[in-house]
Nanobody, 114 residues
């Protein structure tokens, strides 16, 4: 199993930037595919970005060119750099690890507002 703890959320103005971090503990981190999901009020949870164990990345169309996912296997951490934030990016962001099973963090709130 793996335990995930997100950090880095907060309040930011439109056009601003935030960097989310997800620290993992437990089983071997490098075997997991990692991803960030988000859930806005009244909406379903959606995939934002993913990164495979070999660092192949994938992004939702709504964040392409603005968000970057990366991982540091030595630090057992995955990051989500979010630039040019928009009000519609407001959501709770969840870290996900997948290998045979899905594991989730507790989420971190991102609010984009002036």
């Amino acid at each position: 199993q793996v335990q995930l703890v997100e950090s880095g959320g907060g309040l930011v103005q439109p056009g601003g930037s935030l960097r989310l971090s997800c620290a993992a503990s437990g089983s071997d981190f490098d075997i997991y595919a990692m991803a960030w999901y988000r859930q806005a009020p009244g909406k379903q949870r959606e995939l934002v970005a993913s990164i495979s164990r070999h660092s192949t990345t994938n992004y939702a169309d709504s964040v392409k060119g603005r968000f970057t996912i990366s991982r540091d296997n030595a630090k057992r951490t995955v990051f989500l750099q979010m630039n040019s934030l928009r009000r519609e990016d407001t959501a709770v962001y969840y870290c996900n690890a997948r290998w045979l099973l899905d594991f989730w963090g507790q989420g971190t709130q991102v609010t984009v507002s002036s």
